[in-house]
């Protein structure tokens, strides 16, 4: 076309030109498409299936069905059968098994902490048990003393079988010792089984100045108050804890305690200390013989601190009555007062004063619940007021000093719990807290080398203490005088 004839048509014009040329090369295409539609609210023609269609169809989905299944049925002709293989048996000695362990049945063990007043006879009650098993027990011929003293805390345990029967019981004879007692049948004897137990021994180190009292004192230094008793027992030969303490005394202690199992069990011994009286000193070391086995308590200068009389023989809290005159609480006359009264709370236990016989035990007078002990043919003591009398022990058995011969009360003429106390020489009675007692002969030969060798290191121990006190002593003494 002529560029200046293009330029005078309009572009519209020449676009619809265009149109109908297009439309007219095309027609049979349009003729046949026009029903196509882009818009999607265009109703769409159905489609129309041809003979053709449904053969080409049937066809394809016929080879597809033929291709599925004539596959794997065409590998598995093809496939070359495989030749058997040869197999061999070998029979071949192997090492035998090891022996498994046999786990042992847990035994379910009722164990009972002693209470305070509770018997042997109570704790085989709480476990329904009869008094023939209790019988066999304490008949079993065994060494069963400890079962015979039982205290509050010990532990005694049961082994029950299905119907209730006594299988074992199992208790401590010692710390470092339990014993198992096996009922292997209804009327045998009793099999014993002992079984040593790891004790460990910790020690500690105290030491105070008494301001008010030796309990306020030791428990000040962190000792329990049957360590403090320990403590007055030791000295007790020497030392009158009623009236010879005062201010300003003073004492050093190394003890140790009990552990069992990583737990604590109870407190254990004094090995060595010092106390000074009023400006005197004295010391006490543990020394265990080894030819007998016995454990007493020694001066530095190996002399046995173990009198032939205990002094005061009574935990007491105070002096109730002095020897000598006095007017009597309950007859309301001067009278002669031939002991001393050391007031105790009511059941607290009273001991022989040394190594005797007893000569009389029994309900006396003014005196109550009484006993007296004779010691030797010249020297005897005597005790009242008792509430009881201590189990097994009658005239004419020994006693040992320091062995519970009864308890405190308020039996015959008393107005509180205490203990009435004499010392009789010549069946007379002397003042209990002043009377001369003979003083025990030292160690000799290869005791006392071997004491001393032992003795050495502990005093050492105790003096650097004591020096370490005082030095601290002196510095706050000084620290206060310069304020």
Known sequence: MNPHLRRAIPHHVRRKAICRKAQQRHSHFYARCTHWSFYSNAIAAPIRWGRERWVLSGSGLLLALLTLVGLPAWAHAMRQPAEPV???????????????PSVPAVEDWQVTRVQAGQTLADIFH????????????????????????????????????????????RFDRDAATRVTLHFENASGPLVEEITPRAVEHREHIAQGVIEGSLFAAGSKAG????????????????????????????????????????????????????????????????????ATGSVSYYSADGRPLKKSFLRTPVDFTRISSTFGMRDHPILGRMRMHKGVDYAAP??????????????????????????????????????????????????????????????????????????????????VQRNPLTVTLPKPEPLSGKLMAQFRAENATLMARIQMIDARRLATASGKSSSRNLD
């Open 86 to 100: 040869g197999r061999t048996t070998l029979a071949l000695q192997l090492p035998p098994l090891p022996m498994q």
């Open 223 to 290: 000792m329990s108050n049957a360590m403090i008793l320990k403590l007055a027992k030791v000295f007790g030969y020497d030392i009158d804890f009623a009236q010879d303490i005062q201010p300003g005394d003073s004492f050093t202690v190394i003890y140790d305690d009990v552990y069992r199992d990583g737990e604590y069990l109870h407190e254990g011994d004094i090995i060595a200390a010092e106390f000074v009286n009023q400006g005197k000193r004295y010391t006490a070391v543990r020394f265990e013989d080894p």
């Open 346 to 427: 009511k059941g607290t236990p009273i001991y022989a004063a040394g190594d005797g016989v007893i000569k009389f035990r029994g309900v006396k007078n003014g005196y109550g619940n009484f006993v007296v002990i004779e010691h030797n043919k010249d020297i005897s003591t005597a005790y009242g007021h008792m509430s009881r009398f201590a189990a097994g022990e009658y005239v004419g058995d020994h006693v040992r000093q320091g062995q519970i011969i009864g308890y405190v009360g308020m039996t015959g003429l008393a107005t509180g719990p205490h203990l009435h106390y004499e010392f009789r020489v010549d069946g």
């Open 126 to 169: 709480d476990h329904d048990l009869s008094s023939a098993d209790l019988a066999r027990v304490l008949g079993s011929g065994k060494d069963i003393d400890a079962l015979k003293r039982i205290h509050p805390g010990d532990e005694i345990a049961f082994l029950l079988g299905s119907s209730g029967e006594l299988r074992a019981l």
